[in-house]
């Protein structure tokens, strides 16, 4: 069974840094692309960062100059370094890991997500 596993969340005041981690488990033969997604008071996920599996990473909007997405494929793990944070990036930040499993086909698995609350 395969299972995402988010942590690093917490609070912090607006400038200050985090760092979140995304851990993949279970029998799984290759993690592919990861994306990190917010979801604000709206409730839709927005994507943040993403990163290929050969390392090749994607930014969006505000996240550009300020995150910085990398992976540990020998750990299956992938990370969000987030500096300057404001209190727009409060939300609930979910990894999506493409995941190919032990004889099967690959698929997207969510994990449980981190909250990340930035003070004014």
């Known amino acids: 069974q395969v299972q995402v596993v988010e942590s690093g969340g917490g609070l912090v005041q607006a400038g200050g840094s985090l760092r979140l981690s995304c851990a993949a488990s279970?029998?799984?033969?290759?993690?592919?692309?990861v994306g990190w997604y917010r979801q604000g008071p709206g409730n839709q996920r927005d994507l943040v960062a993403s990163?290929?599996?050969?390392?090749?990473?994607n930014y969006v909007g505000s996240a550009k100059g300020r995150f910085t997405i990398s992976r540990d494929s020998a750990k299956l793990s992938v990370f969000l370094q987030m500096n300057n944070l404001r209190p727009d990036d409060t939300g609930v930040y979910y990894c999506k890991a493409n995941i190919m499993p032990n004889g099967l086909s690959p698929a997207d698995y969510w994990g449980q997500g981190t909250q990340v609350t930035v003070s004014s």
């Open positions: 990163i290929s599996r050969n390392s090749s990473t």
């Open positions: 279970g029998a799984i033969f290759r993690l592919n692309t």
